[in-house]
């Protein structure tokens, strides 16, 4: 049976979570209704995350944050000394990730050289991660998503989502299984806008009216 116990008790977990990211730049000579250059700025990255399972020794040290007890029926729990309390369950599983990601912005250069100005025409970027210890299924969805601006009147937002893996059907039903596509395949889009209408165009000043 669990004891109830009083007493300052300390617990001590933690993660490790390492990215690196980068910028890339591409210039291309694009000469069209008034567009003197386009501009590709790529910022690729990846990130490595880990998290210990503490219910295991760790460096040969054991935490002794959890316990075997049996309950009333005599069968063994599992017992986390810390669960319920203030300070939070203890993490009990493996965690080992990597994150890729790809942030692109597309940029237009208008006007002449004195006067030129820079503009950002649409932006893409996509993120996936892929986990070392699941027994199988191992890459994260594809998530994307585009954004653009038509001048500052109308923004438009389109996000997917890409599924790496196949699928079979099953008595009606559609499992995933741990084979890749050749492409990933598109399992949801939405898309959302915006429209900015300025409040100075049904402005009618006192001397109109009074014409």
Excluded: C
């Excluded at 599983?93 to 790809?102: D, F, V, Y």
């Excluded at 942030?103 to 932006?123: H, M, Y």
């Excluded at 389109?158 to 009606?172: A, C, I, P, Q």
Aim: glycine content about 8%; overall charge positive; proline content about 3%.
């Amino acid at each position: 049976l669990l004891n109830e116990r009083t007493g300052f008790f300390t617990q001590t977990t933690g993660s490790f979570r390492l990215s690196l990211r980068t910028q890339l730049y591409g210039m291309f000579p694009v000469y069209f209704l008034g567009i003197k250059g386009l501009r590709h700025v790529a910022t690729p990255s990846i990130s490595y995350a880990f998290t210990p399972d503490f219910s295991k020794p760790l460096f040969g040290y054991n935490f002794g944050y959890f316990e075997e007890v049996s309950d009333t029926t005599g069968q063994i729990i599992y017992h986390d000394k810390f669960k319920g309390t203030l300070a939070g369950a203890t993490p009990n599983k493996k965690s080992k990730t990597i994150g890729l990601s790809l942030n692109n912005v597309f940029q237009a250069k208008l006007g002449e050289e004195e006067n030129q100005k820079k503009i950002d025409l649409f932006s893409w970027n996509m993120s996936t991660n892929y986990n070392f210890v699941s027994d199988s299924l191992k890459l994260s969805n594809l998530r994307s998503s585009i954004r653009t601006k038509l001048g500052n009147l109308i923004r438009l937002d389109l996000s997917m989502t890409h599924d790496f893996y196949k699928t079979v059907e099953t008595n009606g039903y559609f499992k995933r299984i741990n084979k890749l596509n050749r492409l990933p395949r598109l399992i949801n889009a939405r898309i959302s806008t915006g429209f900015k209408i300025s409040g100075e165009i049904f402005n009618l000043s006192s001397e109109k009216l009074e014409e």
